[in-house]
Structures are given as structure tokens and as C-alpha cells.
């Protein structure tokens, strides 16, 4: 049975008397819309004159309907968008034809008495001020909608790139975009549109961009040019290629594409990392292959041939590899002695569940990586539990500059916020150095990051005694949770030092340095709202990848402590990041970088010194309010 039922916006309803006959409201209105429902899930809306967007009600728990711009075009892809059923946990902005006369948009599987039927509305805005308590001051988010991976990092012209996994039509995982922020000092985003939308062909997953300044696949010298993969039910996931002459604004995609798909059928085949080898003047593409890297070489850009493969049986094991990146630094700043770093994002695989970065250190000929090290041996990039997906900007010189995406897998979709959810960490520096044989890489964040200091706070040198606490109260007046600590710490006969990071209602972040067991730990265990999955409604196992249903078996690992090695020397350093959900540890240098979020329901903003057995000497303590 066809209906057809009469809806407007709230602005035409308001300008329409209740007794003028539906007709005259339909032809006299420019932003009222009418839904024409074909048995349960099939509804077609029709807009005249349309407004910028049609308003999606969204409700996170409930399964997703299909939404898709009908204009004929083969080109028209469906997005898929949970559709309030029962309430609207939020809107999102599903943007129509500009200057069109009608528009008609076509919803399936979403029932006849959803409530979304009735909330839907159009509108010439979209409201993106903050609702979040939990969005971060200083680091970047989206304005609206799920984040995951950095993706296309490049610098050019002055201008940082950071393109991202997103969803625009709601904040859990799905219809993967990249979209799109740029920066000139790592510091300021500013947001712009989406870059590359999900198509026909599948989602726009992860993947790299780069200044092809040799013209070599002919878009002009200059040109950005992108690679990510599709993926889809139907094609698996193949490699594609766009390029960008308006210094990355907008791509059009490879009409070829893909220009890389598994010569084995892979089903994970993904994230593909595209880098100039000036040696042999010729690029290489580093795609992740299920359990290893594969490596192939192009002169331009489109026509790929394999090279040699990476990482069977190396580092953590079984695990899932992806988002690969490789650079090459000096070490100990010595431009003679120079290591190749392949950066691997293992999923699950960290040390504390999920998801984390492990990295080899060794050699590359243009062919091959050769890693020095056993392939029992684990680098870690970053110890805490919420750093995933980290890879480089590329055509920054001699700087390398990652940019990790700041959650987890296992809860990244029901984190306690809903305008959008992820942040990313920091913006990086990586460096390498030497320690006995080994190699490391140090992480530290960039220097850009200091021109956040809003305010100082220099507290003197200080002893604290076995069990008596000393504490710095009230961080600073009006504080609201974005700040950053320095301090150089001597540890004396203390068997563990360390502070707490608390709150006006007990919550604590708890981070010390265990002298016996060698460790530094950060536990969040009492830091805020740490069950926030434990009453939360499963969503339903269609999603993608089953990402998210992942997410509530998985919700109890949020609780814990984290850990990273201690050297034995008797002095440490501390830079710590504070920005309402993230604490970012960096010690010693950034010999060990450990990244957490948490959800305290007040800002910190008191310091608790303690020290074990012994006492330990503060001997700097610097305290900075940080703001944009
Ligand atoms: C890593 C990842 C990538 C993939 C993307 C999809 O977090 O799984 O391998 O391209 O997310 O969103």
C-alpha cells in the first residue's frame, strides 16, 4: 500500500494557519517535503526548493536504515544512517543539491512508525557549537561525527593536512570519509569539508598523500596526490588513487581506479603508505597485509609492481597489521649513521588489550626491509592504551611528525560523548637514538605546542617524605581541564614516587614511578566515569566489521592501570598533557610516550605528591594553563 503523508519544517508549519488546505501549504512552501512510504521500508522524500540540508533524527542504538540522494546518476551511493526509531539522540546534516528545484531522497529500511519521520526537517544550518563536556580544548576533534585513523598527512604550502576517517551521519563507526582539517602551526585546525566521500565502489578507508613535485602521473607538478582503499562487500578492499590541484581542498578520483588489488585474493589488504625513494627515484607503496607488509614500487604513481614482503612472525603475535608508515632518521642526530623505522599499528595486540603501535627498526635497499632486531623483539611507540593508527606527515623535510588517533578499538564507539567521538593525540616529533645495540625511536610533542602556555605556575623545589603526602592545590583559579605539567624528579630512596591528578570529587589519575619493578604506570582506574559501556544496549551485529558489537565484549578493559619501562637512572623528567579527557605522558625525552583517555567528572586540579619507604625531591615543577 502506497501513503503519502504531508511534513514540514517547523519554520513552515509556524507561517502556515492550521486551516489552509495541505495543498496550498505544499506549493506555497519552500522548505516543506512529502514522504511517499512503499510498504514498510521503503520511503521516498520529495523536497521542492530544498534547503541546504535535510536534518537526520539519529538514535545510536538502533539499526541503520539506507539513505541516498536519488538523481539518477550511477554515482548515487546509499549512506547507511541509524535512523531514530523511537528518539533522536542528535541530527545529522544530509546535505541536498544547491540551487535544485526538487530533490528526492530515498530512505530504506526504516519502518512506517519510526519517529524520525516526524523529527526529520530542513534546514539552511547546521548547529556545530560544542555540546560535549568531554571535547578537548587544545587537540583536535570533528566538529560532528566519528573520527578514526589520520589519514593523507602532508605538508605543503605552509598548510598541515590532516585527513581522517569519518563519519558525517552520526558518531559511531561507518560510511567511511576522509574528512578533512588543515593547520599552518599543528596547533589550530580548522575545519573544512569532507574530501573524499564513500562512493559506489566502497568506503574510503585509510591511506597516505603526496607532493608529487616531478609531475610524474601528470596531474602537473605539485599536484596532492592520495591513496586509500575502498572497501566493500563486493570489490574486497583494492588500492585507489586521487589527486588535488587546489593544494588538497577537493580530489577527484583515478578513473581507473583501483591501481592495486591483492594478487592472492587478501581480504585485509589495506591502508596503502606511498613515499619518494630519492635513491632510485621511484615511489614505494607499503599496503598491510593481514598478518605482514607488502611492498611495491611505481614511477607513476598508477602502475604498481610488487617488491617483497614484511613482517610474518614479527613482533606481537597473531596480530592484525595495519596503517602502516616507514621513515628514515638519523641516530643520535648523527646524519651519517641513518635507520629505517617500518611503524606498524597492530589491532588487537597492545600490551593492555586492543589496540596499539609497535614499530622495527632496520634497513631498506628500495626493495626490501630488513629488520635488525629478532622478530621476538617489540618496540612500542606508545605505552598507554588509547594511541592507535600513528603515521607521518610527508614532504615536512628533515622533521617526522606522527599523528595518532587517541582511542581504542575496543571502546572507541561508546566512549561518553555524542556530538562526535575521538580525538586525535598530539602532533609528534620522532627522533631515533641509541641505546647499547638497540635503536629506538624517541616520541616527543612537537615544539609548535608551547605557544598553548597561557599562564605559569613555578612551584620551588621540594622534598616529599616517606607517606606524607605534599600537595599543590588548585592548579589555577578557573581551571577547566586543559594544562600541561613539567617536572624533573630525583628519586632518592623511594621505591615508588609519584603523584595524583585529582578532581573536587575524589576522582584521581594515579601516575608514579615503581623503582623496583622499573616501571612508570598511569592508572585510571578511580580517574572518572570508567563503566560508561557496562549498561549500554549492544548494537546490533551488522556493523561493519563487527567493530562495534567488539566494543561491548571488550568495555570492562577501560578500567586499569598502564605501563612502560623506567631507566635506572636516579633522576626522570615529565611532560604531561592535560585536555579534559586525555592524559599524554612523555618521560625521560620521550623515551616512553604513554597516551590514556578518561572521563572525570570534574576537571583535575590538584596535584598529590607521595612518596614510598623513602623520600624523593621535586626538584622543578611547572604548571601551565593551555588554551588555543
Ligand atoms: C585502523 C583501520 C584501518 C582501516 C580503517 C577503517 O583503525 O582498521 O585498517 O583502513 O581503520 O576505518
Known sequence: MKTTILNNSKNFLMGCAVSVSLAACQSASKEGFTLEQQGDTLTFVHITNPAKYLLLPVEEHTGEGQVCLVTGNPADTDMDIRLAKKETDYFVPFELPAGAKEAVVRIRKTPKDAVCWKEMKLSDTFDTTNRDKFRPLYHHTPLYGWMNDANGLVYKDGEYHLYFQYNPYGSVWG???????????????????????????GHIFSGSSVVDKDNTAGYGAGSIVSFYTSASDKNGQIQCMAHSND???????????PVLTPFDGLKDFRDPKVFW?????????IVSADKEMRFYSSRDLKDWTYMSAFGDGYGVQPSQ??????????VNGDLNIKKWALIVNINPGCLFGGSATQYFIGDFDGTKFVCDTKPEVVKWMDWGKDHYATVCFSNTGDRVIAVPWMSNWQYANIIPTQQYRSANALPRELTMYSEGKEVYMAVNPVRELESLRKETREIPAFTVEANKAVSIDTLFAGNDGAFEIN??????????????????IGEYVDIYLDLNAKKLVMDRVHSGIVDFGKNSVPHEKEAHDNRIANSINYVDDFALATWGPLSPAQEHTLRIFVDKCS????????????????FPNEPYNCLNFYSKDGSCRVNSLNIYKLAL
Open 175 to 201: 560510511n567511511m570519509h576522509w574528512g578533512h582539517s588543515v593547520s599552518r602551526d599543528l596547533v589550530h585546525w580548522e575545519h573544512l569539508p569532507v574530501a573524499l566521500a564513500r562512493d559506489t565502489m
Open 247 to 257: 593544494n588538497g581542498r577537493t580530489f577527484t578520483k583515478y578513473e581507473k581506479n
Open 277 to 285: 625513494y630519492a635513491p632510485e627515484e621511484k615511489w614505494v607503496m
Open 321 to 330: 597489521f595495519e596503517c602502516p608508515d616507514m621513515v628514515q632518521l638519523p
Open 487 to 504: 617536572m624533573n624528579v630525583a628519586t632518592g630512596k623511594s621505591s615508588i614516587a609519584g603523584f595524583q591528578l585529582v578532581n573536587g
Open 583 to 598: 592524559v599524554e605522558v612523555f618521560l625521560d625525552g620521550g623515551k616512553v610516550a604513554m597516551t590514556n583517555l578518561v
